[in-house]
């Protein structure tokens, strides 16, 4: 069993970053692929970003290739993600997500969830 904590959420004004950390609990976390989503209201859940158990590999949707980065610190059991340029679109509230799988980027194959943070950029 994974429990997972985001942090980092908030306000900003377009053009502005932020940067998210989700902690993990337990002893497996780096053999976990991690995954960062995000939902609007009323939307389906969106993959944002997603990493391998080794941090070898990443994963962009194309919303946000060239302003995101996501990375992980196996050895403070956290995975972040640095939000730069952020847009009014990028607004919902954002999950961190574990799978035991050792990569993936499909929300359906994430076995554990946070409860999200939410995020708002004004225009």
């Known amino acids: 069993q994974v429990q997972l904590v985001e942090s980092g959420g908030g306000w900003v004004q377009a053009g502005g970053s932020l940067r998210l950390s989700c902690a993990a609990s337990g002893r497996t976390f780096s053999s976990y692929a991690m995954g960062w989503f995000r939902q609007a209201q009323g939307k389906e859940r969106e993959t944002v970003a997603a990493i391998t158990s080794g941090g070898g590999i990443t994963y962009y949707a194309d919303s946000v290739k060239g302003r995101f980065t996501i990375s992980r610190d196996n050895a403070k059991n956290t995975v972040y993600l640095q939000m730069d340029s952020l847009k009014p679109e990028d607004t919902p509230v954002y999950y961190c997500?574990?799978?035991?799988?050792?990569?993936?980027?499909?929300?359906?194959?994430?076995?554990?969830w946070g409860q999200g943070t939410p995020v708002t950029v004004s225009s």
């Open positions: 997500a574990a799978t035991r799988r050792t990569w993936s980027w499909k929300s359906s194959e994430y076995d554990y």
